[in-house]
């Protein structure tokens, strides 16, 4: 509970932001944990203003919190290309963690594991014919 209000009341930029918020209410927790209670509560990455994000948490059921996933994820895309079995999704300053949450989303079995920068994501397919239907399926949401 304190986690939310910490970031309901603040801008709350890096887990370290939060970890020393936490110390300061008299909480000790490690960054694995911190970590670990950040998925747990659903809380992800906003951009603020196209150069800082902070941690917010998605609210209501699934398909809104969905449909502005999606809503979002079409913002803040630019490219969705593949290689091989390599799926590249080039996204605006502050936003690949959107992206990333989206291929999550996917719940694709094939998609073995992703990893988001600032403006990249990655994702490791099992085949090139997986990274095809992947990057198909992400583009069409795009024209939805």
């Known amino acids: 509970m304190k986690i939310l209000e910490l970031i309901t009341d603040n801008v709350v930029e890096t887990q370290d932001d939060l970890a020393r ?17 950040i998925k747990e509560l659903g809380i992800v990455k906003m951009s603020i203003d196209g150069k800082r994000q902070k941690y917010v948490r998605e609210y209501g059921d699934r398909s809104v919190s969905n449909d502005k996933l999606v809503n979002i994820f079409k913002s803040a895309v630019v490219s969705i290309l593949y290689a091989n079995n390599i799926v590249v999704i080039k996204t605006m300053s502050g936003s690949a963690n959107i992206a990333g949450m989206m291929l999550d989303r996917l719940e694709n079995p094939d998609i073995l594991g992703c990893v988001a920068g600032d403006d990249t994501v990655m994702a490791v397919a099992k085949s090139e014919a997986v990274a095809r239907e992947i990057t198909d399926e992400l583009s069409e949401l795009l024209e939805q």
Do not use: P, V, Y
């Not at 918020?21 to 209670?37: H, P, V, Y």
């Open 21 to 37: 918020m936490l110390k300061e209410s008299g909480f000790n927790a490690t960054q694995a944990t911190i970590s670990r209670d």
